[in-house]
């Protein structure tokens, strides 16, 4: 299984961007699909999760302000990022579980900056 996280980039506060995942290999069934982040310096946090159907958690700093989905047919997961703070920079990592044994799979970072 392998994940291709994109779309991380350099936004002034206020700004948005979008992530994109996506999920290669045996991945069926997907149990869960989320992003972490982690800042330079502290731990690797959670972001937002989401299971098929649509069950979501998302982490209280970015509740109203991050929007993930999912598109398990497609194995793609996406996170909107609107009114960024500079806060939010750090590296983003998209996570699954996934396949039939329901294991976790980690993609490598994107980098999210916000200047202030």
């Known amino acids: 299984v392998q994940l291709q996280a994109s779309g991380g980039g350099l936004v002034q506060a206020g700004g948005s961007l979008r992530l994109t995942c996506a999920a290669s290999?045996?991945?069926?069934?997907?149990?869960?699909m989320a992003w972490f982040r982690q800042a330079p310096g502290k731990r690797r946090e959670l972001v937002a999760a989401i299971a098929p159907g649509g069950r979501t958690n998302y982490n209280d700093s970015v509740k109203g302000r991050f929007t993930i989905s999912i598109d398990d047919a497609k194995g793609m997961a996406y996170l909107q990022m609107d009114s960024l703070k500079p806060e939010d920079t750090a590296v983003y990592y998209c996570?699954?579980?996934?396949?039939?044994?329901?294991?976790?799979?980690w993609g490598q970072g994107t980098q999210v900056t916000v200047s202030s």
């Open positions: 290999g045996d991945i069926s069934p997907i149990h869960v």
């Open positions: 996570n699954t579980q996934a396949g039939p044994l329901g294991m976790y799979y």
